[in-house]
C-alpha cells in the first residue's frame, strides 16, 4: 500500500473506524481476494539461519491455499515482507526495510513463550471480531517441521486457524482454560448425553486423561468426567467439514463452523461451553467472519469455480539497519521561553542517557526557514553524546514551516550510505500550526520516496492536527504533550520513541527501563518525600532526574535499602543545571535493589511543581525485566458517530511470561489542571476478555472537549500481591492433537518494583457537551456468567459473575435483568422472550442491589421444577435505563445419579437369568445330542486373521482399540 495513499485514508480512518486502532500494526488490505501488506519479523535474539526464511515461505504457501479453500474461495495470501533482524549478515536480496519493523509485525519469530513452549498463539486485547495483535511462532517450531506437524498438525493449516484469531477476531471451539470462566471441556446435552466440547458435534473422538492417557472416570454427582479428562477426535474416518477454530488438522475439516442447519457436517455448535460461544454470544464463527470489514456488506464474494487462481504469495526480504534518528525541532517564535527550556530538558535526556550506544542522531531546527544544526553522529561515548547536546538549539523566533524541516531532516538521513533514508526516523516536535512555504503537503511525496518514518510529539494542543497523520502514513507514533508543569508526557513521549523499538538496538540489553515518571506539587520551603522500587533484574546505569520551575531552585537527597545517600555534597553523582533546571543524581556501580526515597526541598517562597523521573538498566543479559507495553484502541473518537468509548491497553510480563495482581493505571491529560486517573484491570470482564494474562485494561469515557488527549501508564508492585505466571494458558493457544491444550498454571512473587510508560494520544471531534451530560453508556457485557454450584436435594442453583458498573466497567449498575429457558437458542437469540426472574425466585442474593464494578456476584436461584435443564443469561441495567447487552449463557443440568441398589438388584437379575439360559440351553444340548445317531467326523478348516476394528490414534500416537478376532467356521470371535 502506498505511503501517500495512507496519508488520504488517515482522515477515512478516523471517520469510518473510530474506534479500531489506525496504525499499531501495518495496514493489511484485501484486494480482489489477495491479502497485501502481511508482515512477519524475526527476532533479533534468533541465530542465523536461512532454512527459517524457507520454512516461513513454505507455511504461508500451504496456508494460501488452505484459507482460499476454507474461505470459500474468498481469500488468499497475496504478499508477504519478512523482516530479517540486522545483526545477520547483510544479503544481495534483503532489501533495506523501510516502516517494516517488529513492532509493527502481524507474525513474529522468537524464543518460546515459557506458558507453551513451542505451541504457537494469538495475542489477543479486544472482544469478539476485534482484530489481534500478533501470532507467535518459535524458531524450532518452523524449523522441525516433522515433530511440529506430528504434534500440531499441518504448519498451513494451523496458521490459518491463528489467522481466525488475528484477522477476524475470532476465538478457540475446543477447550481452553479451566481459568476462563463458563469453559468447560465436557458437558451434558439437552438429552443427558455426555459430549466434549467442540464444533462441529459430528466430529467423533473418545475420551482421556491427560496425563496418562487412561480412560476418564465419571463423577457420579455431575455425570461429568473427572477433571484432567479432555476428548480427542478420532485422526481418520470423520466426515465432519468443520470447524477450522477447533480441529484444523482433520483431514476433512475444510471450512469454518457455520449457521446453515441443512449442513450438520459443518453446523455450529451452540450449546459447546467453549470461549467462542461466551465472547461471541453464540454466533458460528462464519458468521462472524462474513460481519467483518474485509466480507460485510457483500463485500469480497468467492471468485468463480471457473477461475484458475494461483494462491503462492509473493515474498519480499526486507533487514533492518542501524538505529539513525534526526531531531526537527520547530524553534519558531510560539517556542520561545518557557517552552524552549522544556524542550532542551527532554533532549538533553534524551542524548545524554537514553539513546543507546551504536545509533546515529542528527539536529534540525525549524521556523520559515530549517537549519541543519548537526549532522549524524555515531553514539560511541560521553563525548559524543555532549557533542550533540553542545548543538541543540538556543534561541525560537519566527514563523513556522514544518515542510522545510522535513525536508531538511531526510536530506540529513539520506547521507547515511549508499542505500539512502530508508528506514530512518525523524522525531518530529512543533507546537503550532504551519504557517511559511513548505507546507507538509508539498512534501508529503519527499516523505513517500524516501522510507523515512516519523514520530510526532504535538507540543501542546495548538499543534497542527496534521502531525497524526504523519505519523500514520510513515508507521511511527504520536504523543502530546499539553504544556502544563504537572505531567511528565514529553519526557514519557520521548523515552518511549527509544524503548518501544528494542529492535533497533544494537544492544537491547543495553536500554534503559522507565522506573517512575511523576510531579511533585510542594508548597513554599516545604519538603517531600517519594520511593521508588529497584527490582533484582536492575541496578545499573541508575539515574534519578528532577526539573524544576522557579528560579530558587530545589535540593535533593536520596537514600538507598543499603544505607546509601547521596545529595548535593557528592559532586561525582549529584549534578545541577541552572540554566535548564535540572538536578541528576546517578548511582556509582550497581543500584542496590529495593526501596530508594528521595527528599525534594522547595527553595522558593512559591508553590513549585517538581518532575521527577528514575530509570535503570539490566544487571546482565540473561535476566529478563518486567516490560510494559501499551496500547490504545483508537487514534481518534469523533462524536457525531455512534461512538463507544476508547479503550486502553497496558501489557505486563517478562520475557512473555505474565505479570498478575500488579497495580495498573492510566493517566489521562487533556491539559487542565484535572487529570483523570484509570485503574486497568486484568480480571476477564468489562473490556478485559481473559483473566490472568498479564494484560489489564479499562474503558474511558472522560471526555472533557475536542482536542488531544495523552495517556501515561504506571504500574507497581508496592503491595507485594504481584505474581509471574510460570506456567499455563494464557493467550490463544493451538490444540496438541497428542496432549490437549491443558496446563495448570504455576507462580512465582515478583519483587517490588515501578514501572513507566507512555501509551501514546488519540483526538476527540465533534464534542457535545449535552452528550456527555446525558447518561449514554450501559454497563457492560457480563462475559463469565457461569453455574458453580447444583443441588439435587432442594432443585437450586448458584450462579457467579463479575459486577459490570454503571458506565461499562465503572461504578455501579442500578439492577439485573436475569433469564431462565430451556433453549440456548432463545437466550441467544430473543432474550427478552425468555422468563424472567425475579428475587421471589432468589434464596440468596439480591438482582435489584448490584455490587460495585469489578466485584464477583453470586446468587441462588430455585427455578419451576418443570425445567429439568436451565439455561440462564444475564444483562445489567443502569438508573438511566441503559440495557447492557446479555451475557454468555450458562448451563445447569439436574442430573440424577442412578441409585446403587437398584443397579446392583438388576445386575443380579440379570446374572440369575443368565444363568438359567445357560442351564436350559446345556441340558437341551446334552439331551438332544443323546438322542442324535452318531455321524461320522469331517474335516473342519479354522482359519485364524488379526484385524483391527477401529482407526482411532491415541494422544500418544499410538493405534488403541485393535480387536484381535478368530475366525472359526464363519464366525468372528473377540479374543
Known sequence: MSRLWLAIAFVSCLAVFPYKSCGTRAPITLKKGGYEGLLVAIHNNVQEDSLLIDRIKGIFTDGSDYLFTASQRRAYYKEVTIVIPKRWSRQPEYEPAKDESSERAHFIVDEPNPDWGDNPYTQQMGGCGVKGEYIHFTPRYLLDKENSEYTYGPQGRLLVHEWGHLRYGLFDEYFTSYDDPGVHPFYLDRRERLQGTRCSLEIKGDNYMTETFSSCKIDRRTGLPERGCLFFPKLEKQYATASVMYAQYLDTVTSWCHSNADDPNGLHNREAPNKQNALCGGKSTLDVILSTEDFKNGANQPIDDNMIVNTIPTFRIVQRRERRVVFVLDLSGSMDGDPLRKLLQVTTNYLRDTIDDGSYVGIVEFRDHATILSRLQLIDGYNSRESLVANLPKS???????????????????????????????????DGEENQEPLIEDVL?????????????????????????????TGGFSFFFSGSEDTTALNDA?????????????????????????????????????????????????????????????????????????????????????????????????????????????????????????????????????????????????????????????????????????????????????????????NGAGADITKYDGLYSAYYFGYNGDGRYSVQIRVDNLDGTAQIRKAGRSESPAFNIRKGVLSEPTYESADYFNRATSAGTFEVSEYSEDMMTTDLFPPSRVIDLQVVAVSNDDKTMTLQWTAPGDNYDQGRAAEYDLRVSEEVDTLYDDFESATRLDNSSIVEGDLLSPLSAGMTEHVTIKVDSAITRPAFSIRAVDAAGNEGASSNVAVATFYEPKNESNIILIAVVIVVILIIIFVVVFVGVVVYMRREPKKPTSNTTAIYTKAPTSDHVSPNGADTAKENKKVIGGTKVMV
Open 396 to 430: 525560537a523566533h519566527g514563523r513556522t514551516s514544518i515542510g522545510a524541516g522535513i525536508r531538511r531532516g531526510i536530506e540529513v538521513l539520506s547521507e547515511f550510505d549508499d542505500k539512502g533514508p530508508d528506514g530512518g526516523y525523524i522525531l518530529l516536535v512543533s
Open 445 to 473: 511525496s519527499d516523505i513517500e520516496e524516501s522510507g523515512v518514518i516519523i514520530d510526532t510529539i504535538a507540543f501542546s494542543d495548538m499543534a497542527d492536527k496534521q502531525l497524526e497523520m504523519l505519523t500514520s502514513m
Open 494 to 682: 520521548f523515552t518511549s520513541t527509544i524503548t518501544r523499538r528494542p529492535e533497533e538496538a544494537t544492544n537491547a540489553n543495553a536500554l534503559p527501563i522507565q522506573l517512575s515518571s511523576n510531579s511533585e506539587k510542594l508548597e513554599p520551603t516545604t519538603s517531600l518525600v517519594g520511593h521508588v522500587y529497584i527490582d533484582s533484574s536492575l541496578g545499573n546505569s541508575t539515574i534519578f532526574s528532577f526539573t524544576w520551575q522557579d528560579d530558587d531552585g530545589i535540593e535533593v537527597e536520596l537514600s538507598g535499602p543499603d544505607g546509601t545517600s547521596i545529595d548535593s555534597s557528592n559532586q561525582d553523582q549529584y549534578t545541577i543545571d541552572y540554566l535548564l533546571k535540572m538536578v541528576k543524581i546517578r548511582i556509582p556501580g550497581t543500584a542496590k535493589s529495593g526501596r530508594w526515597t528521595y527528599v525534594i526541598t522547595n527553595l522558593s517562597r512559591r508553590n513549585q511543581v517538581v518532575n521527577v523521573g528514575s530509570e535503570s538498566k539490566l544487571v546482565h543479559g540473561d535476566v529478563k525485566p518486567i516490560i510494559v507495553t501499551s496500547y490504545l484502541s483508537a487514534t481518534g473518537v469523533n462524536f457525531t458517530d455512534d461512538f463507544s468509548p476508547l479503550i486502553i491497553y497496558a501489557q505486563v510480563d517478562t520475557g512473555y511470561q505474565p505479570v498478575v495482581n500488579a497495580s495498573v493505571s492510566a493517566i489521562v491529560d487533556r491539559g487542565s489542571d484535572k487529570h483523570d486517573v484509570i485503574k486497568l484491570l486484568d
